[in-house]
C-alpha cells in the first residue's frame, strides 16, 4: 500500500509546486499596484520655462495660512527670476565691456555690476503672474500656492539700454546694435541650457 500512494503523493506536490510558482512570474509590476499616484503640478512644464523673450520662473509654497503659502511661493519664484535674470545681464555686461575694448577695466567692472544690481532689483517689479494655482490639504490645515512669473527680455535690455545711455563713464563708447545683438545670443545660450 506505501508503494502505491508514494508516487501519487510525490505527483501532487509537484504539481502544486509547479502550477504555485507559475502564477507569481505572470504578474507586472505598474505603478498603480505599488501604490503610486500621479502628481499633477499647477504652474510647471514647458509653457512655464524662460524662452528667447521671456524670463520666467515657477514655484510652489505651502503654509496653514493661505496668503504665507502665496507670500513663500512668490518670494521664491522672485528669487529664482533674480537669479536668471542677474545671470544673463552679467554676461552681457562682460561682453558688453570687452566688446568695448575695456578689458578688465575696474571702474568700468564696478559700473556695469552697479548697473546689474540697478536692472534685476527694478526688474523685479515689473514682473507678472502667468499662472497662478492654489489648493488646500483634504483635512483643510494646508494650502499650497502654485505660481509662475514671467517678465519680458525686451523690457529687461530697454532698462539696460537706459542705464548704459545715463552712465557718463562708458556713454561714448556705447554702441546698441551690438549691444542688441549680444543680449539676443545671450538670451538664446541661457534659453538652452
Known amino acids: 500500500m506505501k508503494n502505491k500512494l508514494f508516487p501519487l503523493v510525490v505527483f501532487a506536490i509537484g504539481a502544486g509546486l509547479l502550477t504555485g510558482c507559475k502564477g507569481k512570474k505572470d504578474a507586472v509590476s505598474t505603478p498603480e499596484n505599488r501604490g503610486e499616484r500621479e502628481v499633477v503640478e499647477y504652474c510647471f512644464g514647458d509653457d512655464y520655462i524662460s524662452d528667447d523673450d521671456h524670463f520666467r520662473a515657477s514655484a510652489t509654497g505651502t503654509s496653514e495660512r493661505r496668503e ?69 490639504s483634504a483635512d483643510g490645515n494646508k494650502f499650497t500656492a502654485y505660481l509662475a512669473l ?44
Open 68 to 136: 504665507v503659502a502665496r507670500s513663500i511661493a512668490r518670494r521664491l519664484a522672485e528669487s529664482d527670476l533674480a537669479a536668471s535674470l542677474k545671470t544673463v545681464v552679467e554676461v552681457v555686461a562682460e561682453n558688453q565691456a570687452t566688446q568695448m575694448g575695456f578689458g578688465s577695466n575696474d571702474e568700468v567692472t564696478t559700473v556695469f555690476n552697479e548697473l546689474t544690481r540697478s536692472i534685476v532689483n527694478e526688474a523685479l517689479v515689473g514682473t507678472k503672474p502667468i499662472c497662478e494655482k492654489l489648493t488646500v
Open 150 to 193: 514671467e517678465l519680458s527680455g525686451a523690457d529687461i535690455a530697454n532698462r539696460y539700454v537706459e542705464g548704459l545711455k545715463n552712465e557718463e563713464r562708458i556713454r561714448a563708447d556705447y554702441n546698441y546694435d551690438q549691444f542688441k545683438q549680444t543680449f539676443d545670443e545671450v538670451m538664446s545660450t541661457y534659453r538652452k541650457q
